[in-house]
């Protein structure tokens, strides 16, 4: 809409009911709208000001304003940007559950040790920065975290507990390194969480 209509509307106190016949157009039950005012706008009226407020915390209706023909082709662009990356990283998504949510085969289920380092598999899919690759390998050498986390308390010392896993080597011959096998061993050996929270 241009600056002048939404001024009369403003001023009419009838923006509220314009923007929920336009709400009402749309078969989306929660859907959102961005209304574009071209021309200028006292964005520093109280009156303009309490009634984007207004829009935004009962309708989530926002507000851009804009001055130009370029700057409303770089808002479209924008927007068409937005909706692009929010598509991706819902593919994204859709495929990160998918594989995290594998599992077991059935036959697999009576065997406590199968369903130990499945479960240990799925956890490891959380950790921060951990590579595939990597969780493979933990996975290869440690298959039981419970284990894991017996040998870890009873190491002589953290440090030697950590080397011992940052020794860990991938199948590309990488070692898996100091900063993972820190998170690893606090993971399994923190009492209250405190130390993954600050390490």
Same mark, same amino acid.
């Given at each position: 809409?241009?600056? $002048? ?17 336009? +709400? ?10 961005? /209304? ?5 706008? #006292?964005?520093?009226?109280?009156? /303009?000001?309490?009634? %984007? +407020?207004?829009?935004? @915390? =009962?309708? *989530?209706?926002?507000? *851009?304003?804009? @001055? ?11 927007? $068409?940007?937005?909706?692009?990356? $929010?598509? =991706? ?11 995290? @949510? ?9 065997? #406590?040790?199968? %369903? ?7 956890? &490891?899919?959380?950790? $921060? *920065? &951990? #590579?595939? @690759?990597? *969780?493979?390998?933990? +996975? ?6 419970? /284990? &894991? ?13 950590? =080397? ?14 100091? /900063? ?5 061993? %606090?993971?399994?050996? #923190? ?9």
């Amino acid at each position: 809409m241009d600056a $002048h209509s939404l001024s009369e509307l403003i001023s009419s106190k009838t923006l509220p009911s314009y923007l929920d016949s336009i +709400l009402n157009q749309y078969p989306v039950p929660d859907a959102r709208l961005t /209304v574009i005012v071209y021309g200028k706008v #006292s964005a520093r009226n109280d009156k /303009v000001t309490d009634c %984007f +407020l207004e829009a935004f @915390e =009962k309708r *989530r209706i926002q507000f *851009r304003l804009i @001055e130009s023909v370029d700057d409303f082709a770089y808002l479209i662009a924008q927007l $068409h940007r937005a909706l692009a990356k $929010h598509d =991706k990283s819902k593919d994204g998504e859709s495929k990160a559950v998918f594989s995290a @949510e594998k599992g077991m085969k059935p036959e697999d289920a009576s065997s #406590s040790d199968v %369903f130990i380092r499945d479960w240990w598999g799925k956890m &490891l899919l959380y950790m $921060h *920065r &951990l #590579s595939e @690759e990597q *969780r493979r390998a933990i +996975l290869r050498h440690h298959p039981n975290p419970f /284990v &894991l986390m017996d040998q870890l308390i009873a190491a002589p010392s953290p440090t030697a507990a950590m =080397k011992g896993l940052a020794d860990i080597v991938t199948e590309a011959g990488r070692r898996l390194g100091p /900063v993972l096998a820190q998170k690893i061993y %606090f993971m399994l050996t #923190s009492v209250d969480g405190q130390h993954i929270l600050t390490e």
